[in-house]
């Protein structure tokens, strides 16, 4: 089992398999720990580039298991061609909701009430002060209501929102109250005062928040993305923030890593964080109980958490796309 995180560091690891660390180094390079035919469970390393993390697929000609520590695995679903019938991929929910989640409102929050501001007029040695935007009496759209979703929503419930509503893939009654269906999103977009993207990234959700999208959105509404990139039309959302109607917190951004010199570092209303939605002190010990549960699961033959999918005749011809 080739783990990411040193595994004499894991306490509670079942017994047995033998745990071999690879996490690709500091730059990528990093020798496989052994001939990666003998894998029979490939954890993703986290925060690595695509190349490093999908660099020992086409050999893992025995695993069994890939276990993803983010909660998207949009760029392991596309280059499954090589592996065999039979090979179950699994992401990392449970991990990252708390992180996200905090994030999602720290960036809601610092728009609002003009952090960005703030820390110019500090660095510049000025006092201003002024009205801004509080996030109580607010209606928020959560558009994208998985585990994420349901974790944004109970950090908000204590700020005395004005109303939730929530979107996922398809509709749901849930204890907190409706789910709607992706379908219905343009026509709660007008009611939406702050609008938070935490969907996975698919076929169905890439460049979702097009120019139709945020054309719908409320003047002086604030669109917060903490899901992928390419979920929002970044041309789209650049001609809606040079028009000062709307504002944008971004964690993560199309292209990305951001370049120096792109038009979405200087747009006017925009805040940007680095894609740091799950990396932060929770993040270890989160990955660290799945990686045990996960591993005692597989050991002992008993049903996967978290599980995308397995490999079949076809999805191992065709990337299971």
């Avoid at 001939?35 to 020992?56: Q, S, T």
């Avoid at 905090?102 to 929050?109: G, H, N, S």
């Avoid at 893939?169 to 939406?192: E, K, M, Q, W």
């Avoid at 917190?249 to 120096?260: M, N, Q, R």
Wanted: aromatic content about 4%.
């Amino acid at each position: 089992m080739w783990l990411p995180i040193p595994p004499e560091q894991i306490e509670g690891l079942p017994v047995g398999p033998r745990y071999l660390f690879w996490d690709g180094g500091a730059d990528g390079e990093q020798e496989f720990p052994g001939d990666p035919a003998d894998c029979a469970v490939y954890v993703v390393p986290y925060m690595k580039p695509l190349p490093v993390r999908v660099r020992p697929l086409e050999r893992l000609t025995r695993v069994r298991l890939i276990q993803t520590l983010t909660a998207g695995v949009d760029d392991i679903l596309g280059r499954l061609d090589s592996l065999a019938p039979g090979v179950t991929l699994c992401n990392a929910r449970g991990v990252h909701e708390t992180s996200t989640a905090e994030l999602a409102l720290t960036l809601t929050l610092a728009s609002l009430r003009g952090i960005p501001g703030f820390v110019r007029a500090q660095q510049q040695g000025r006092w201003e002060g002024g009205f801004r935007p509080a996030l109580a009496d607010k209606s928020v759209l959560i558009v994208g209501y998985g585990a994420i979703g349901e974790a944004i929503e109970d950090r908000l419930t204590p700020f005395e929102v004005a109303r939730v509503a929530r979107i996922a893939r398809s509709g749901r009654t849930t204890a907190r109250g409706l789910v709607h269906p992706i379908a219905d999103v343009l026509s709660l977009l007008p009611d939406a005062d702050v609008v938070i993207v935490s969907t996975p990234l698919t076929s169905a959700t890439h460049g979702l928040v097009d120019a139709e999208f945020l054309a719908r959105m409320k003047d002086g509404a604030l669109l917060v993305n903490v899901a992928r990139g390419s979920v929002v039309d970044t041309e789209a959302l650049l001609a809606e923030l040079k028009s000062g109607r709307i504002t944008a917190a971004l964690d993560v951004t199309d292209p990305e890593p951001l370049p120096p010199g792109h038009p979405l570092w200087q747009a006017p209303g925009v805040l940007i964080s680095p894609h740091v939605g799950g990396p932060s002190s929770a993040f270890l010990p989160r990955a660290e109980r799945l990686l045990v549960d996960q591993l005692t699961r597989f050991v002992n033959q008993r049903p996967l958490r978290n599980v995308i999918l397995t490999t079949d005749a076809e999805t191992a011809d065709d990337g299971g796309r």
